[in-house]
C-alpha cells in the first residue's frame, strides 16, 4: 500500500498494475466512508480522474453531488475549489484578472490575479445556471490546461480535474450547455435517489455527534506527482486493434446516416432508434473516453490489456451526454441511454 | 536469459492458439463435409423413391423440387462452415470468451515488437501464459468430430429405410397384376388393349362413347400437336424426359408411350394413322362413296358388320368425317354379323362380345378370316394395371410367344361360317345364358 509515508522514489518507477488497483480501491473506500451508495457513480469520478478528463454530474438536489467531489478532493489531498455557477457569473470571476496592485514602494503595476480555476480540483456546483459565455471559459482550462487572460497564458498545475454538477430540474432560468463544453466532459456520472437503507446510513453517518472523517490517501507534497504517474501507467495498457475497432465502431453507429454531418463513409452497423432519433452522434472523443476508461477498468482488474467488455462498462457515461436527440426523441420519451444499449447491442455481434 | 525465456513463453503462448485454431477449422471442414454429404445422399434417396413411386411429371417436379432445396441447403452449409472458420485473431478472441480471459490472447497476438518489449507487454505475456492452462484447445474446444457427423448417420438410416420401403412399395404394386394382361389407361376412358404385350399402333375396342371420347381426345391431340408451343407439347416433352430418367434410375424398362389413333381400313387420311391394318378384301371396298367404318356398316348382310358405336361416332364426328353415311339403324337392319363387335372390335360380323342381338348371331359364311378393320385404333397411352393410382407408372408384363399346338388355333377373329339349322337354336339359347 503507498500513501505519504511510503515517499521516496520516483513514484512512477514504483507504481505497478497492482499498485493502481490498491490505491484506487482505497479511494474508493475513503470516498466511501462519507458517501453512502453510488458505487457506480464513485468507480466512474475516480476513473475519469486518473484517465485524465472531466465529470459532468447530473443528479436531483440533495443526493450528494457537492459532498462527493468535496470527499475526493480530500481523499486525493489535492488543492480543491468550489464555483457556484448563478447568473451574473463572469468569465474574469473564474479565469482571474488582472488589477492594480501597489507595491512597497508606492508603484502601481498591473498583477494577474488567479481566479478559482487555479487549482488541481475544481468544483463547478450548478454549470448550468451560468451564462454560456461564463460557461465557456472552462473550454481551454479542461481541453488545455491553460488559461488565457489579458493576453497571457498562465498554465494550469496537473493534474487538473473539473467536476460540474447539472441539477435536471428547476430548468427556468438555466442554460443548457452548449455540444462543445458537453463534449469536453470524458464521462457524465448520474446520481439517483439512495435506497431505503442507503438512506438509513446517510441518516446515522450525518446526524451523529462525530462526522465521518476521510483519510488523504496521498500525502499533499506528492500527490500531484503520484496521480501524474498513474495517469501515466494507465496510458500504457495495450489495446489490441480489434477492441479499438469495437469501440470505433460503437461511436460511428451512434451517428445518424447524415452525410452532411458525417461524410460519405457510412457506418457499416445501422441503428433504426439512431437514425430515427439522433441529430448528432458521438464525436471522436467519444471513442477516446471509451479507450481510456477501458484502460482504467483493465488495471483495476489486474490486466496489462482492454477488453471488449471494457468498453461496454463505459459507453454509457461516456456517450449519453455526446448524444444530441431530436424532438422525435422527446416526443416519444427516448433517452440517450436507451440509444447507447441499442448501439451496443446492434455493435456487439460484429467483434472479432 | 530472461528475454528468450519471455520469447519462449510467447512463443508457447502462439502455439496453443495455433493448435486451437486448427481444431476449430478442422470442426468447421468436418462440419461443411458430413452436412453436404449428408444432404446429397438424402437428396439422391428421394430422388430415387419418387423415379421408383411416381409418374414421369410428378417425379420430374418432386426431382426438381429436390435437388433445388438439395443445392440451397448446401450453399447454407457452406456458409456456415465459412463464418464457422477462424482466423488467428478469432481464434483468439474465441478463446479469450471462453475461456474468460478478457482479451488477453487477443491483445498477445496483435503485439507488435516494440510492444512486446515494453513493460507491460512483459506482463501481458506472463499473465497470459500463467494462464495456459485455461486455454488448451481441449478446454477451448473439446470435440474432436462435428455434430454434423450425426446427421450424416441420420442421413444414411433414413435413406436406408426409404430405399427399403420403396422397394417394398414397389413389390406390393406389382403383386395385384395378372399375368398378360395390361390395362391401358386414358384419363376417364375404359380402354383394354386386346393384346397384353401391347405394341405401338395396337388395336383397342371400346363401346360407341368411348370412341367418342376417343375422337374428342385424338381431335384435341392432334391440335395440339399442331401447336408446339402449347402447355402439352412442352408436357409430352418433359414426360418423356422424366420417363427416360426414371429408367435410368430404377432399370425398369418403360415401353414408349403408345400413339392412339382412330381410322378406318382406307386409313382415315384426315387422322393420318401410321399404321395402317392391311386392306382386307372386303365387299365393304366396292362401296365406293363410303369410307371407313362407316362404309363397311352400309353393306348389310354381306359385309363386316358395323358396331352401333362405330356408327355413332361417325355421326359424332371428330375426326371421323370420312364415315357420314355409317348409321346404326343400318347397322342393326343390314348386318348378319355381331352387333356386339363394337365391344370387342371385330367389325366384320365376328362376335366376340355379350348384349347383342341373338337374332344377329347367324348370316351367311365369310369368304375368308375375318380382319379387325372396322376400326385401326392406336392408343395415345401409357399403359397401367388396374390398381395403379392415376399417374403411376405402369407395370409391364413379360412379352410370352408360345408355339401353338395343331389343336390351337391363333387368336383371332374366327370367320363366320354356315350352321346347320338344328344347332342354331342350342347356340341362341347358349349365347342368351
New interface residues.
Given amino acids: 500500500m503507498h500513501n505519504e509515508s511510503e515517499s521516496g522514489a520516483t513514484p512512477a518507477e514504483r507504481l505497478s498494475i497492482g499498485d493502481f488497483a490498491r490505491i484506487f480501491r482505497r479511494a474508493q473506500s475513503e470516498i466511501h466512508k462519507v458517501i453512502v451508495g453510488h458505487e457506480r457513480a464513485v468507480e466512474e469520478l475516480l476513473s475519469a480522474l486518473f484517465a485524465g478528463g472531466h465529470v459532468l454530474i447530473e443528479g436531483v438536489p440533495g443526493t450528494g453531488k457537492t459532498t462527493l467531489v468535496k470527499t475526493l478532493g480530500l481523499v486525493l489531498n489535492l488543492s480543491f475549489n468550489r464555483i457556484q455557477f448563478t447568473v451574473d457569473l463572469m468569465p474574469a470571476d473564474i479565469t482571474g484578472t488582472r488589477v492594480i496592485i501597489s507595491g512597497s514602494d508606492g508603484r502601481r503595476e498591473f498583477s494577474f490575479q488567479p481566479g478559482p480555476i487555479f487549482c488541481h480540483i475544481l468544483l463547478g456546483d450548478e454549470i448550468n445556471r451560468a451564462t454560456p459565455k461564463t460557461q465557456s471559459a472552462l473550454l481551454e482550462a479542461m481541453a488545455e490546461l491553460q488559461v488565457t487572460a489579458g493576453g497571457t497564458t498562465y498554465p494550469l498545475p496537473p493534474p487538473y480535474f473539473v467536476m460540474a454538477t447539472l441539477n435536471p430540474i428547476e430548468m427556468e432560468g438555466t442554460y443548457p450547455l452548449p455540444e462543445a463544453q458537453l463534449d469536453r466532459f470524458m464521462f457524465k456520472v448520474r446520481l439517483g435517489y439512495p435506497g431505503e437503507d442507503e438512506l438509513v446510513k446517510i441518516i446515522n453517518a450525518t446526524t451523529g455527534p462525530e462526522e465521518a472523517g476521510v483519510t488523504p490517501v496521498f500525502a499533499p507534497d506528492e500527490a500531484a506527482e503520484r496521480i501524474e504517474a498513474l495517469k501515466r501507467l494507465v496510458r500504457e495498457v495495450i489495446v489490441a486493434p480489434a477492441v479499438e475497432q469495437y469501440a470505433a465502431r460503437i461511436v460511428r453507429a451512434t451517428q445518424p446516416d447524415n452525410p452532411r454531418i458525417i461524410g460519405e463513409q457510412r457506418s457499416p452497423v445501422k441503428v433504426d432508434v439512431v437514425n430515427r432519433y439522433v441529430s448528432f452522434g458521438a464525436s471522436p472523443r467519444g471513442a477516446l473516453a471509451l479507450i481510456m476508461g477501458a484502460k482504467v477498468r483493465a488495471l483495476l482488474d489486474g490486466r496489462a490489456n482492454i477488453a471488449y467488455e471494457d468498453i461496454e462498462q463505459f459507453a454509457p457515461a461516456a456517450l449519453e451526454h455526446r448524444i444530441m436527440l431530436n424532438y422525435a426523441a422527446h416526443s416519444d420519451n427516448v433517452d440517450a441511454a436507451t440509444i447507447v444499449e441499442q448501439v451496443i447491442k446492434a455493435v456487439r455481434p460484429t467483434r472479432v | 536469459m530472461p528475454q528468450q525465456a519471455h520469447e519462449q513463453k510467447l512463443w508457447l503462448i502462439l502455439f496453443q492458439l495455433r493448435a486451437i485454431r486448427a481444431r476449430i477449422n478442422s470442426l468447421a471442414a468436418q462440419y461443411f463435409a458430413f452436412s453436404s454429404l449428408a444432404i446429397i445422399i438424402l437428396a439422391a434417396t428421394l430422388v430415387l423413391a419418387a423415379a421408383a413411386l411416381m409418374s414421369p411429371l410428378a417425379f420430374l417436379l418432386t426431382a426438381l423440387l429436390i435437388t433445388l432445396m438439395a443445392l440451397i441447403s448446401i450453399v447454407r452449409v457452406t456458409r456456415v462452415a465459412v463464418r464457422s472458420s477462424v482466423s488467428p ?2 481464434a483468439a ?1 474465441l478463446a ?1 470468451e471462453r475461456a474468460g480471459l ?3 490472447l ?2 498477445v ?3 507488435g515488437d516494440a ?1 512486446r518489449n ?4 512483459q ?2 505475456v506472463e ?1 497470459t501464459y500463467d494462464r495456459r492452462n485455461e486455454f488448451e484447445p481441449i478446454k477451448i474446444e473439446p470435440r474432436w468430430f462435428s455434430r454434423s457427423i450425426l446427421a450424416l448417420a441420420g442421413s444414411c438410416l433414413v435413406a436406408l429405410l426409404l430405399l427399403r420401403v420403396t422397394r417394398l412399395a414397389v413389390g406390393v404394386r406389382r403383386m395385384p397384376n395378372r399375368p398378360n394382361q395390361v390395362i391401358a389407361e386414358l384419363g376417364n376412358l375404359d380402354i383394354r388393349p386386346a393384346d397384353p404385350a401391347l405394341e405401338p399402333n395396337a388395336e383397342i375396342y371400346a363401346d360407341e362413347t368411348t370412341m367418342r371420347k376417343l375422337a374428342n381426345k385424338l381431335a384435341s391431340a392432334k391440335n395440339d400437336q399442331a401447336d408446339n408451343s402449347s402447355v402439352s407439347h412442352w408436357l409430352n416433352q418433359a414426360r418423356r424426359f422424366a420417363s427416360n430418367l426414371q429408367e435410368k434410375l430404377t432399370g425398369q424398362q418403360h415401353k414408349p408411350p403408345l400413339e392412339l389413333r382412330l381410322t378406318d381400313k382406307d386409313g382415315m387420311s384426315s387422322l393420318n394413322p401410321p399404321y395402317r391394318h392391311p386392306p382386307i378384301p372386303d365387299q365393304n371396298e366396292s362401296d365406293g362413296d363410303d369410307k371407313g367404318v362407316a362404309k363397311s356398316g352400309s353393306d348389310g348382310g354381306t359385309g363386316p358388320t358395323p358396331s352401333p358405336a362405330v356408327g355413332q361416332l361417325a355421326q359424332g364426328g371428330a375426326g371421323l368425317s370420312g364415315i357420314p353415311n355409317a348409321q346404326s339403324g343400318q347397322a342393326s337392319s343390314s348386318d348378319v354379323g355381331s352387333p356386339e363387335s363394337s365391344a370387342t372390335g371385330a367389325g366384320d360380323g365376328v362376335s366376340h362380345g355379350s348384349g347383342a342381338d341373338p337374332e344377329h348371331l347367324f348370316g351367311p359364311p365369310a369368304s375368308q378370316p375375318m380382319g379387325t378393320d372396322t376400326f385401326k385404333i392406336t392408343i395415345d397411352a401409357q399403359p397401367s394395371d388396374e390398381s395403379s393410382t392415376a399417374g403411376a407408372p405402369a407395370y409391364i408384363p413379360p412379352k410370352v410367344r408360345v408355339p401353338l399346338n395343331e389343336q390351337q388355333s391363333a387368336d383371332e377373329p374366327i370367320a363366320r361360317a354356315s350352321v346347320p339349322p338344328g344347332d342354331q337354336m342350342t347356340i341362341k339359347r347358349v349365347f342368351e345364358r
Fill in positions: 485473431i478469432k478472441s479469450d478478457k482479451g488477453r487477443m491483445t497476438l496483435s503485439l510492444r515494453s513493460e507491460f507487454g506482463f501481458l499473465d
